[in-house]
């Protein structure tokens, strides 16, 4: 499946985590690393998540970048370093991405900041509670899961939720965090204009988001059980990032408290979407009877 989608022109400023600490690897069974090559030779480090088999979504302008779509994208599951293999990582070459074609509106917003990235085989997940997993995902509007029932927004509000990503840590030119870091967060939903936005804000109030995060998987811990909540899209404004020296990057994403999260219960409307008109929306029910179904684990 060799194809894409044309999306609106994001700036392509990917957003680590400044102040967080290393993550759980119990916490990060379904993170990916996704690093896209564009035609200019430039790449972008960016975080994903498995949603299915064969399926990860990241953020949209993780795999855009001025005029042009990445060639290629690398995804690694159970990657904890950046730079150096990890045991039992999976590692997918891929060049067939779709986003929304809603990118198309020049209202376009972070729920709408979702890309599909379909691997060329299927991971080889969910053999044990230990084991690289699928996310675990709520039932929203536009999909339905047997296991999970639709999340409210008190739950939201009053879960332990966090993010974890790859982003700058440093003033250093491309210089990503070598390892996956993780902050706790709180989420709300503000209201800005006409639109309500999911937001993440740390509990430690010095801990940012930055370049590097953004599609890093938001999980909330939910009567028990880790959902995955959404993706970062952004933080304060990518056409203001795009202005920054990398050298000023740090100082930059220190200024914005909260991370613009691209909240699942709107965006899944979009990777459903794209995953109807190819024909794998099967891969969701699936991917949940297969890792949570009744008397697993």
Request: proline share 3%; aromatic share 10%; charged share 20%.
């Amino acid at each position: 499946m060799n194809f894409f989608i044309l999306l609106l022109s994001f700036i392509s400023y990917s957003t680590s985590i400044i102040n967080g600490f290393s993550a759980n690897s119990f916490d990060t069974l379904s993170l990916a690393s996704v690093i896209t090559r564009f035609p200019d030779g430039t790449t972008n480090v960016c975080g994903g998540v498995l949603i299915a088999p064969s399926i990860v979504i990241t953020s949209a302008h993780c795999v855009f970048s001025g005029d042009d779509f990445a060639v290629t994208a690398k995804v690694t599951l159970g990657d904890v370093h950046l730079n150096k293999h990890d045991d039992g990582e999976q590692e997918f070459r891929s060049h067939a991405m779709a986003i929304s074609k809603k990118f198309f509106n020049d209202a376009s917003e972070a729920n709408d900041d979702v890309a599909v990235i379909f691997l060329p085989q299927r991971a080889d997940v969910c053999h044990s509670p230990l084991s690289l997993q699928i996310a675990k995902l709520p039932s929203t509007g536009s999909v339905n899961f047997k296991e999970t029932a639709p999340l409210t927004q008190l739950q939201l509000e009053t879960s332990v939720c966090y993010v974890a990503g790859w982003g700058k840590t440093e003033n250093k030119t491309a210089k990503y965090s070598d390892s996956v870091r993780q902050m706790m967060v709180n989420l709300s939903v503000r209201r800005i204009g006409k639109r309500k936005y999911l937001i993440a804000k740390a509990v430690t109030g010095s801990s940012r988001a930055c370049m590097g995060d953004s599609g890093s998987p938001v999980y909330c811990f939910v009567n028990g059980k880790r959902i995955l909540v959404g993706t970062v899209a952004h933080i304060g404004s990518f056409s203001k990032m795009s202005e920054q020296d990398p050298s000023n990057h740090i100082s930059f994403c220190r200024d914005f408290e909260y991370t613009f999260v691209s909240d699942w219960r709107e965006s899944s409307e979009r990777v459903v979407e794209i995953l109807q008109k190819y024909g794998e929306l099967y891969q969701l029910n699936e991917g949940q009877n297969m890792c949570f179904g009744s008397g697993i684990f």
